[in-house]
């Protein structure tokens, strides 16, 4: 039987991609599961860079901002979800126990009222990351606290990203 040599998996022999990683196959025969389970750990990325800072993805903020216009608000969730989850990532505190599945739904019943309150502690939680790790983040919780009152939650998203953008190692 066949492996796959990057996630380790047992293949058919006739396959030219593995089924599960999509990785291509060799004619030659991978390593067995249990002697690969270092190496899946190793292909996988890692959260913190050679500095030792936590990295996050390098997200676009007109990109985001445009794919919010255009999905009617939709990508504005995704979006949503994905900066509580790289904000838990940067951080790394006692508030980091909350996913962006969980921030977006307490938000949602909430009417909105846990949001402005989660982008009031966020200002606070990066800037003390930032200083945490050596990048340079000013303490915003005030202004998203106001731009959320008003209404302007895509302002704070694009803050937000901004910061978190700081590291992404880009």
């Given amino acids: 039987m066949k492996y796959c040599s990057n996630c380790g998996k ?4 006739n396959l030219k ?3 599960n990683c999509g990785a291509p196959l060799n004619d030659e025969q991978g390593p067995k599961p249990e ?9 996988q990325p890692t959260q913190h860079a050679s500095n030792g800072r ?4 390098n997200r676009n903020i007109v ?23 790289d904000v838990n990532a940067v ?9 962006g599945g969980t921030v977006f739904l307490l938000t949602l019943v909430t009417c909105g009222i846990y949001g402005i ?3 009031y502690q966020v200002g606070k939680r990066l800037a003390d990351a930032g200083q945490k790790h050596g990048v340079q ?12 009152l008003f209404g302007l939650q895509i302002v704070d998203y694009c803050l937000v990203q901004t910061d978190l953008n700081k590291f992404s190692g880009q």
């Avoid at 990109?63 to 989850?85: D, E, F, K, R």
């Avoid at 951080?91 to 996913?99: F, G, I, L, R, V």
């Fill in 91 to 99: 951080c790394q505190d006692e508030n980091s126990n909350q996913s």
């Fill in 137 to 148: 983040i000013a303490d915003n919780s005030t202004i998203y606290l106001v731009l959320a």
């Fill in 17 to 19: 991609f593995c089924p």
């Fill in 117 to 119: 309150i989660w982008f």
């Fill in 63 to 85: 990109t985001c901002i445009i794919l919010s216009i255009v999905t009617c608000g939709i990508y504005g969730i995704i979006w949503l979800i994905n900066l509580v989850n």
């Fill in 10 to 13: 047992e293949v058919d022999g």
């Fill in 54 to 57: 936590p990295r996050v993805e």
């Fill in 35 to 43: 002697e690969n389970n270092n190496n899946s750990q190793q292909n």
